[in-house]
């Protein structure tokens, strides 16, 4: 006679950064699963670049994805700082990181990010179901059952809500969590090419101008990537931001960098595609992470501002971390607590470093901003080690989850 086992089944919302990832970890440690994306596959070529951490290229070698080449990425080298006026402030040398975690940072646009992981997912067998909105999750004895706006159901064992910051998992699961909190902040950002010739330093170049902060780096083939936090005092309402279009943006930024050093003008100007504008907000804590057969990672859990550029890497860090804890303990439940114990200090950390980050480039005082300019060197030569907790992180995937 033979024995049918069948595998336990997972259920991820959100094909963004941490859902494909998850699906492949998940497929390692012996579950089946699938994915449910709101948006239809060819939404999902939209968005500027992220850098993405060593601890987060980290996560993705363990899947033998080297990130890098399959995204299309490039490396940075680090990041200097200028004032307004064109004065280099100090700067971060990234460029001994491989040596030293293992993994140096990459640039990466997000359309090609999220097609590798695709494809990546693809080749391991995962199954994708677009244009699959969560709308419900009823939890029964022996299952979980996901509704979504097609009408359609998915049933499982466990449901992962890696559907991002405005996450539908979180708000179904725990409707009286805090919600994301707006930051004050909008950020824009878009690509050029051909593009006025930057310095040709592989170091992203940060601007703490009068009026917004700005950062830009060039491709080795002279494209170049830039963005710009704005400070926007009131929260944008649903698609006040879509409805500005990219023309009307490009004069509000003129204005609004027209005091600052060649060559910031320039590039905005010469800005031909869509440039895309997103409200940042973080979440500073939930009171858990899960309910039942139903867990929440990456953003949906403890999004972050993108201050710190760790929120594509600590998302990639739950996906390998959660699958660790559903492979080595036996109850989803146990293994859900567990996972929020080994996790919840480090990325709630870094929320908090973010936000503060994110209060210091929006500084419009002249007696901060002279501070700033003489301390910042200092602040950076001597603080360097200090980052090293972020980047020397490494989930430890071929080691039992204990305690
Ligand atoms: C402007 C900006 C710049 C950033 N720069 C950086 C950076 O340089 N470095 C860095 O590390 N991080 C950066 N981040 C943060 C990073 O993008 C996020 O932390 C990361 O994408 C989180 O991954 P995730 O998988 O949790 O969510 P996401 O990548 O947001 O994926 C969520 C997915 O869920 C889908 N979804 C939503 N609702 C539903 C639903 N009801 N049903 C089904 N699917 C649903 C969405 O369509 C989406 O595809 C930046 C963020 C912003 C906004």
Redesign the pocket.
């Known amino acids: 006679m033979t024995m049918v086992t069948t595998r336990p089944r997972t259920l991820i919302?959100?094909?963004?950064?941490?859902?494909p990832?998850?699906a492949m970890f998940l497929q390692r440690a012996g579950w089946e699963v699938a994915v449910?994306?709101?948006?239809d596959r060819v939404?999902?070529d939209e968005?500027?670049?992220?850098?993405?951490?060593p601890n987060?290229v980290n996560v993705l070698k363990l899947l033998g994805i080297d990130i890098e080449r399959e995204a299309d990425g490039f490396p940075a080298s680090g990041l200097t700082f200028f004032n307004t006026s064109g004065k280099e402030l100090g700067a971060i040398d990234s460029r001994d990181d491989e040596a030293r975690f293992g993994a140096r940072s990459v640039?990466l646009k997000?359309a090609n990010l999220?097609r590798a992981l695709h494809a990546a997912a693809a080749v391991a067998g995962v199954p994708f179901h677009f244009g699959?909105?969560?709308?419900g999750i009823e939890q029964r004895p022996d299952r979980v059952v996901a509704t979504?706006?097609d009408g359609t159901t998915a049933a499982g064992d466990v449901l992962i809500g890696?559907?991002?910051?405005?996450?539908?998992?979180r708000h179904l699961i725990l409707p009286r969590a805090p919600k994301p909190v707006y930051t004050g902040i909008v950020?824009?950002?878009a690509f050029v090419t051909p593009a006025p010739p930057v310095p040709p330093t592989p170091a992203m170049r940060m601007v703490f101008g009068d009026n917004a902060f700005v950062g830009y780096l060039a491709r080795p083939d002279g494209e170049v990537y830039w963005?710009c936090n704005v400070a926007w005092a009131k929260e944008p309402a649903r698609g006040e931001l879509d409805a500005i279009s990219s023309a009307d943006w490009k004069h509000r930024l003129s204005g609004l960098l027209a005091g600052e050093a060649d060559p910031i003008l320039r590039i905005v100007a010469t800005t031909t595609g869509e440039i895309?504008k997103?409200?940042?907000?973080d979440i500073p804590s939930l009171p858990t992470w899960h309910q039942g057969r139903v867990c929440l990672?990456?953003?949906?859990?403890h999004?972050?501002?993108?201050h710190?550029?760790?929120?594509?890497?600590?998302?990639?860090e739950?996906?390998a971390e959660l699958a660790r804890c559903l492979r080595d303990i036996s109850t989803p439940t146990q293994a859900f607590v567990a996972f929020e114990r080994i996790r919840k200090d480090r990325v709630e950390k870094l929320v908090a470093r973010a936000r503060r980050t994110g209060s210091q480039k929006a500084v419009t005082n002249p007696v901060q901003a002279w501070f700033r300019d003489r301390l910042l060197g200092l602040f950076l030569r001597f603080g360097k080690r200090s980052n090293d907790w972020i980047y020397a992180y490494r989930v430890p995937w071929n080691e039992p989850v204990t305690g």
């Not at 968005?47 to 951490?53: E, I, Q, S, T, V």
């Not at 890696?162 to 998992?169: K, N, Y």
């Not at 997103?278 to 907000?281: G, K, Q, V």
């Not at 999004?303 to 993108?306: K, M």
């Open positions: 919302i959100g094909a963004g950064i941490s859902g990832v998850t449910y994306e709101a948006r939404e999902m968005g500027a670049f992220l850098n993405l951490a987060g640039v997000r999220h699959k909105r969560l709308t979504f706006a890696c559907d991002g910051i405005h996450s539908r998992t950020d824009c950002g963005f895309g997103w409200p940042i907000y990672i990456g953003d949906a859990a999004a972050t501002s993108p710190v550029g760790q929120g594509a890497s600590t998302a990639l739950d996906a």
